[in-house]
Structure formats: C-alpha cells, structure tokens
C-alpha cells in the first residue's frame, strides 16, 4: 500500500485503552459485566490490542476493583492482545494468576509526579518495575513501559525532553518491548512533540516507540501526525474518548479511537480496524456511561447518518 | 516499514496572519439572534487581542441570513482600530455598494468547488455565481477595495461526496485571476484529513502562489489542527478560526463547525510561530461571547485553562 505522504508508515497498530484508561477516569463506576461487553465488542473492530483493566489495589483505583473477573470474563480473541496494569510484583502475580499474557509498567518523567501518583521517586519506581520485568522475562510475558508526563506536568510544568529519554530508555533497557510516550495533560503541542520525540529517538529504536496523546488542549491529533511523520507507528487511544482529565476538572483526557482512525484512513495508512465497528462500540459504552461522546467523528456521523 | 527514520516535520512559516471569523462565520450559525450591542462589543474585544484581520458582517438580505440583519450598524458602531482590517462579506454588487456606503474597506466573496452546492446555497451555476462577482470586483478595483475570495467545499461537499482536488484548482484560479488578493481554502463540512489537505494544496499550489493562499477549516470531525498543520508544513501561512468555535454545522445537527482560535493560537505558539495574539485576551474575549450565547465554548484550551 502506498503511503500518500513520504515517510508515513504504512501500517499504524492502535493500542485501544478505553477499557482501563479512560474507564478508570470516569466518574461512574461502571458494572463488570459492562466492562466485559465493551472490550469484546472492541475485541471485534480488528483493534491488535485493548488494555484490559488495572491490578492495582482496588483503594486506590476503584474502577478497577473487578479487574480478576474481567479478565477471567472476556472472549480471548485470536491475534488480540490484552495487556493489564500492574504496578508492583503484588500486581503482576495477580494478574498473571488471572491469565493476563502481557502486563504494563507506568514510569514518568517528572518526579513529583511519580511522588504524588505512586509515592515514590522516580528511582524507586524504576526498581519496583524491574522486578516485575525479571518475573515476566522468566514467564516469557512481554512487558510495555508508558512515560507519563512527556510533553508537561501538573506539577511541574516542562519536562526536559533528555529526562523523558533517560527514563525511557531505563524502561527499554530493563525488558520494555515497547515504551509509550503519554502526554498526560494533554499540553503538548507538535513543537514540543518533535523535541521530546528527537531526544528518545537517540536512545531508543523508532519502532519501539508509541505516543499517548491526551486532548484536553485539543491538539491530540496534530501531535499524533507530527509523531507518525516522524516514523512512529503505534498510537494509543481510547474509544469515545472516554476518560477525563483528572487534573483539569470537566476538561476531556485521552483523545478518540475514532477521531485518530478517521485521520489515518485519510492518510491512506493501513489499521486493520473498522472505523464503524469501534463506534456502535463507542456508542454502546456511551449509554451504558449516559453520557456524550467526546469523539467528534461519531458526534457528526450519528447526527448526519452517513460516514465520508 | 518504509524507512528506519522518517523526515522530521517541518519547517514551519515563521508567522501566521490570523483570520478571525467568529463574527461573521460563527455567530452566521449560531441559533440565538444575538443584539447589535453585543457584536460590537464582541469585535471591539478581538480588536484588542492582536489579531490583524476580524471579518465583522455580511451584506446579505436579513431575508436570508437573519443573524446580519444589522450589518450597517455593526459596521458602523465598531472601532475601526488603525492596523486592523474588518473585511465583510458581498455576495453581490447591492451588497457591495452597501458595505463600502457603511464603511467597509475590505471585502470577500464566496465561490464554491461543488455544483451542487452552489445550486442549492445561492441557486445558480459555479460559472454564473464567478459572473456576478465579476461586477464586485470591477466596483471594488475602481475603488481600491481589496477582495478576499472563498473557495466552498474544496475537502469534500455535503451533496457531491468527493471533490475533485483538480475543480478546486480550477476555482480559485478563477476568482485568483478575477483579482482576488487571498483565497481561503474551505473544508466546509470538515470531512477532510491531512491526506486529502495535502492533495488539493498540491494542485491549487500550481495556480495559485501559496502566499495568496488561506485554509478555512472546521472541526466536525476533529480533523481541523491536523488539517492546518499540513497546510503550514506546504507553505500556507493564514489560517482562518473562530473564537470559542463559535458557529455549528448547519449540516450535521448538533455537530461542531469553525476551528477554535484560542486552540489554534495554542498550537501555533507551541511551533514558536508568531502570530501577535494574545491567548488570554482571546479566551476572555471566548468567555464574553459563550456568556452572551449563554452557550458553552468550543474551545479546548479554554475549557482546560478554566478549570487549572
């Protein structure tokens, strides 16, 4: 398939986080068998990957109090992938008790966020994750890093792009198969998108790479098409765009899984995934939750009845 | 995977004319009538922000277009501060004289990239609407009045479906060479991506020279900033917004319509782009006017920045 803008990959695997991204930064707390019903339906849109839930302590993140039964409870589609948090060895035991074949380690590049999130240094954190990567090198379960805070904190401000470079590559290094860049308050612009890109891009490999864009200034997209002009070829996003912005009250999180689609099936880059599928599935969730949904895609395709 | 590393983004113009439409374009599409005293004060207020270019009315028959009902009198009230232009729009010769009897120094005229949809806007031919802006630009050279022309469904057309990026070519050339100084490229329905934003540039960049050119885009699909951020990487350097994204789509009820300025002046200071504006007097500005519709902005960064 060719590209229609030189340098674009041709083929965008989309990592949809819907299911425990955005439900846990929704107010409602949604009921298992919900949970269940959403991600098989996304397990049907051709998405290669949905992240599941969280096996963090249920006193922390109450959403994601139910993550055994959910896990225990969705279809295992082939080719899918359903990787879970797990923020300690506690963490990752259980999930893989639970049959989770792929886990997830959350790092980030700003230290009072790391103190003020997960009450720990950076440092300390990094230790904690190498022991669930020994665990799941020794179980051959491949392990995903995430760096929040890339492109600004709440607390901070500006992240120094060599910082977001050094602790990625510290995930990298201890097992990481990939790192995920997340722009957790969604202050990114393609200025500092491209900045913080060329300095992790000297330490780890592009395909390793994917950006976690969050909306919340509405730039998501443009700094997902900087990145991918840039070679990156994984983006996460979150169907409806579920998940507000919990350091900006009423502010909107993670951008659309379909919003993101519509650009790429634009751009002539190959998905896999079925952009009307992901939106009855968005749809569904949205009722079930009573509320809007934040993907501008689906508000324009639901009231004129038709897709470009 | 096409190659180990892509091009980086880039380079971007060093500055970018902000066209500020919400006066005319937004409130055009807004439900409420909004008073006469407001629209002053609404185009007092972005006078004071920066920005260079505020289209203040349309000189159409309230028949139609009831919102402009009182286009000789905002022309009229509003500070005409030195340095700004308050361009209004002519569909017609009457109209023409009208707004240059009222005041106007400036003025634009609406072409179309679509049949259909001239047909069924103003109820005549492509050919026949470039007829009758013949005598406006006539009228508007003998009196050193400037036109801006806009080109209508060059991304896609609520009627036709696809557009042709050659028939949009073919458009702007003409109005270009009827001597319109600027013409503003608009994805009305805001159906487009960067790819297709990038094949019709390509082929109006052929007639047209690009620092003549504008993009006009909305946001109903959420593709808008990723839109415009493709057209600054070809060269373009105006970009026409809408302050709070002010005015919906009349063809998708209930959808967004005009790109947010505030979230388009975020993304370009974050390219470190000049454009002279400042963002906190256009959110307040955002704010005056959303209070006014009572109506809640459009606006992403004015929505996150509310709430911090």
Same mark, same amino acid.
């Given at each position: 398939?060719?590209?229609?803008?030189?340098?674009?990959?041709?083929?965008?695997?989309?990592?949809?986080?819907?299911?425990?991204?955005?439900?846990?930064?929704?107010?409602?707390?949604?009921?298992?068998?919900?949970?269940?019903?959403?991600?098989?339906?996304?397990?049907?849109?051709?998405?290669? %990957?949905?992240?599941?839930?969280?096996?963090?302590?249920?006193?922390?993140?109450?959403?994601?109090?139910?993550?055994?039964?959910?896990?225990?409870?969705?279809?295992?589609?082939?080719?899918?992938?359903? /990787?879970?948090?797990?923020?300690?060895?506690?963490?990752?035991?259980? &999930?893989?008790?639970?049959?989770?074949?792929? %886990?997830?380690?959350?790092?980030?590049?700003?230290?009072?966020f790391s103190k003020m999130n997960i009450n720990c240094s950076i440092e300390e954190s990094i230790e904690k994750f190498e022991e669930v990567a020994k665990s799941a090198r020794n179980m051959n379960i491949p392990v995903r890093g995430y760096v929040s805070c890339a492109l600004g904190c709440p607390y901070e401000g500006n992240i120094i /792009?060599?910082?977001?470079?050094?602790?990625?590559?510290?995930?990298?290094?201890?097992?990481?198969?990939?790192?995920?860049?997340?722009?957790?308050?969604?202050?990114?612009? /393609?200025?500092?998108?491209?900045?913080?890109?060329? !300095?992790?891009?000297?330490?780890?490999?592009?395909?390793?790479? &994917?950006?976690?864009?969050?909306?919340?200034?509405?730039?998501?997209? !443009?700094?997902?098409?900087?990145?991918?002009?840039?070679?990156?070829?994984?983006?996460?996003?979150?169907?409806?765009?579920?998940?507000?912005? /919990?350091?900006?009250?009423?502010?909107?999180?993670?951008?659309?899984?379909?919003?993101?689609?519509?650009?790429?099936?634009?751009?002539?880059?190959?998905?896999? %995934?079925?952009?009307?599928?992901?939106?009855?599935?968005?749809?569904?969730?949205?009722?079930?939750?009573?509320?809007?949904?934040?993907?501008?895609? !689906?508000?324009?395709?639901?009231?004129?009845?038709?897709?470009? | 995977?096409?190659?180990?590393?892509?091009?980086?983004?880039?380079?971007?113009?060093?500055?970018?004319?902000?066209?500020?439409? *919400?006066?005319?374009?937004?409130?055009?599409?807004?439900? @409420?009538?909004?008073?006469?005293?407001?629209?002053?004060?609404?185009?007092?207020?972005?006078?004071? +922000?920066?920005?260079?270019?505020?289209?203040? +009315?349309?000189?159409?028959?309230?028949?139609?277009?009831?919102?402009?009902?009182?286009? +000789?009198?905002?022309?009229?009230?509003?500070?005409?501060?030195?340095?700004?232009?308050?361009?209004?729009?002519?569909?017609?010769?009457?109209?023409?004289?009208?707004?240059?009897?009222?005041?106007?120094?400036?003025?634009?005229?609406?072409?179309?990239?679509?049949?259909?949809?001239?047909?069924?806007?103003? @109820?005549?031919?492509?050919?026949?609407?470039?007829?009758?802006?013949?005598?406006?630009?006539?009228?508007?050279?003998?009196?050193?009045?400037?036109?801006?022309?806009?080109?209508?469904?060059?991304?896609?057309?609520?009627?036709?479906?696809?557009?042709?990026?050659?028939?949009?070519?073919?458009?702007?050339?003409?109005?270009?060479?009827?001597?319109?100084?600027?013409?503003?490229?608009?994805?009305?329905?805001?159906?487009?991506?960067?790819?297709?934003?990038?094949?019709?540039?390509?082929?109006?960049?052929?007639?047209?020279?690009?620092?003549?050119?504008?993009?006009?885009?909305?946001?109903?699909?959420?593709?808008?900033?990723?839109?415009?951020?493709?057209?600054?990487?070809?060269?373009?350097?105006?970009?026409?917004?809408?302050?709070?994204?002010? *005015? *919906?789509?009349?063809?998708?009820?209930?959808?967004?319509?005009?790109?947010?300025?505030?979230?388009?002046?975020?993304?370009?200071?974050?390219?470190?782009?000049?454009?002279?504006?400042?963002?906190?007097?256009?959110?307040?500005?955002?704010?005056?006017?959303?209070?006014?519709?009572?109506?809640?902005? @459009?606006?992403?960064v004015s929505q996150a920045s509310c709430r911090l």
């Amino acid at each position: 398939q060719e590209p229609q803008a030189s340098g674009l990959p041709e083929y965008i695997k989309i990592v949809e986080v819907g299911p425990r991204d955005g439900l846990q930064n929704e107010k409602v707390i949604v009921p298992t068998d919900i949970k269940i019903e959403l991600i098989n339906r996304l397990s049907k849109t051709g998405l290669p %990957v949905v992240e599941v839930t969280s096996f963090v302590s249920s006193k922390w993140v109450p959403q994601m109090a139910d993550h055994k039964e959910v896990m225990r409870g969705i279809e295992r589609h082939p080719g899918v992938q359903y /990787p879970v948090l797990t923020p300690n060895l506690q963490g990752f035991h259980s &999930a893989v008790a639970a049959g989770a074949t792929e %886990v997830s380690v959350f790092g980030a590049a700003s230290e009072s966020f790391s103190k003020m999130n997960i009450n720990c240094s950076i440092e300390e954190s990094i230790e904690k994750f190498e022991e669930v990567a020994k665990s799941a090198r020794n179980m051959n379960i491949p392990v995903r890093g995430y760096v929040s805070c890339a492109l600004g904190c709440p607390y901070e401000g500006n992240i120094i /792009p060599a910082k977001v470079a050094e602790v990625s590559k510290r995930l990298y290094s201890m097992g990481c198969y990939e790192i995920s860049l997340g722009d957790t308050i969604g202050v990114g612009t /393609p200025g500092s998108m491209k900045k913080m890109l060329e !300095a992790v891009m000297k330490e780890i490999p592009l395909s390793a790479l &994917a950006v976690h864009c969050h909306d919340t200034y509405g730039q998501a997209l !443009a700094n997902i098409l900087t990145a991918i002009q840039m070679g990156v070829s994984v983006v996460d996003s979150s169907v409806s765009g579920l998940g507000g912005c /919990p350091y900006a009250k009423g502010a909107t999180g993670n951008v659309a899984t379909e919003d993101v689609i519509y650009m790429l099936d634009g751009l002539g880059i190959n998905t896999g %995934v079925n952009l009307y599928a992901v939106m009855e599935a968005g749809n569904f969730i949205c009722t079930a939750l009573n509320k809007k949904t934040n993907s501008k895609v !689906a508000q324009a395709s639901f009231n004129t009845g038709t897709i470009n | 995977r096409c190659q180990v590393s892509a091009a980086a983004p880039g380079p971007y113009p060093k500055q970018v004319k902000v066209v500020e439409v *919400g006066p005319r374009d937004g409130l055009q599409n807004e439900k @409420n009538i909004v008073p006469t005293p407001v629209k002053i004060s609404l185009i007092n207020m972005l006078s004071e +922000t920066g920005l260079q270019v505020i289209e203040a +009315t349309s000189f159409v028959s309230p028949k139609w277009v009831p919102q402009m009902a009182d286009h +000789t009198e905002v022309m009229q009230g509003i500070n005409k501060v030195p340095g700004i232009s308050y361009p209004v729009l002519t569909p017609n010769l009457k109209g023409f004289q009208a707004a240059v009897a009222a005041g106007a120094k400036e003025v634009s005229i609406f072409g179309a990239a679509s049949e259909l949809f001239t047909r069924k806007n103003i @109820n005549c031919s492509i050919e026949e609407s470039l007829e009758r802006f013949s005598e406006v630009m006539a009228a508007a050279r003998a009196a050193n009045i400037p036109v801006r022309g806009y080109v209508s469904c060059v991304l896609g057309c609520p009627y036709e479906g696809k557009i042709s990026a050659a028939k949009v070519a073919e458009v702007s050339k003409k109005m270009y060479s009827m001597g319109c100084y600027e013409i503003s490229l608009g994805d009305t329905i805001g159906v487009g991506t960067p790819g297709s934003m990038k094949e019709m540039l390509t082929m109006v960049m052929k007639e047209v020279p690009v620092g003549a050119l504008a993009v006009h885009c909305h946001d109903t699909y959420g593709q808008a900033l990723a839109n415009i951020l493709v057209a600054l990487q070809m060269g373009v350097s105006v970009v026409d917004a809408s302050v709070a994204g002010l *005015g *919906g789509c009349p063809y998708a009820q209930g959808a967004s319509g005009n790109v947010a300025t505030e979230d388009l002046v975020y993304m370009l200071n974050g390219l470190g782009i000049h454009t002279g504006v400042d963002l906190q007097k256009l959110m307040d500005t955002g704010t005056f006017i959303c209070n006014a519709l009572n109506r809640r902005t @459009n606006s992403k960064v004015s929505q996150a920045s509310c709430r911090l």
